[in-house]
């Protein structure tokens, strides 16, 4: 295996999130070659160091490591397959477009005899992170290529997780953001509950700003290895049912005060169901 100082890089597509994430690797020591369907996205690159490819093809040739940011899966597909008949065994491709979670897998799969390794590596974190290089990156690969990339990948992101095999990567990534769009829908919804109480936005805004930072959100109670109910010994499960306790009785008085101001809060409703079973602790017969 090559050492870092050997490897070559490459990025294609340098849009929004592309761009930052190659501007970091440009010190790279082997080097990063760039290419963009924009000769004005790989100018500001090329003035820092980087070398300008002129084709998908021309990376292929130069790179041991290939990173891919483009729209979707279509685009991601002709990449590869454009990558695929110029690169040479041992190429590893990472992806890192939001895509479907069977494209990298297939793809690794048709590549494999090449000896070339696809990989699925999608982001998290926005443009802001990519600038900073504090992006996380949740990668489906074998284990000796996650190894392999790693170290690159560290110039741009201050989490890597290995993820599992080639499109586990992309699972972890839409699990991830299913729990963002979903907590934006319910701060929708609580928006809702909030101006038909005659209460200000903006400052609501303010403090669940302020107490997420202070709590973490949703990911401080993402601690379990299983979505089972836990057993009775588990050192989660006193705290786990006081917050449970805690979340049912405050839901309970939101969708009251929802009734009276009349704003449906369906929602709110699921949460008050569903909250016991999520946190592990569902009411049992002795309960009740």
Known sequence: MSTDNEIRLGYIGLGNMGAPMAQRLVDWPGGVTVFDVRPEAMAPLTEAGARQADSVADVAGCADIISITVL???????????????????????????????????????????GIHVIDAPVSGGAGAAQKGQLATMVGAERAVYEQIKPAFKCWASLVIHAGEPGAGTRMKLARNMLTFTAYAAAGEAMKL???AGLDLQALGRVVRHTDALTGGPGAIMLLDSTAPLPQDHFLRGPFTHTRGLGEKDLSLALALGESAGVDLPLAQIALAELAAGLGVPHTETEE
Request: negative net charge.
């Open 194 to 196: 909030a101006e038909a």
């Open 72 to 114: 979707d899966d279509a685009q991601v597909r002709e990449v590869v397959a454009e990558l695929a008949t110029n690169a040479k065994p041992g190429t590893v491709i990472a992806i890192h477009s939001t895509i479907a979670d069977t494209t990298a897998a297939e793809l690794a799969e048709e590549l494999k005899p090449q």
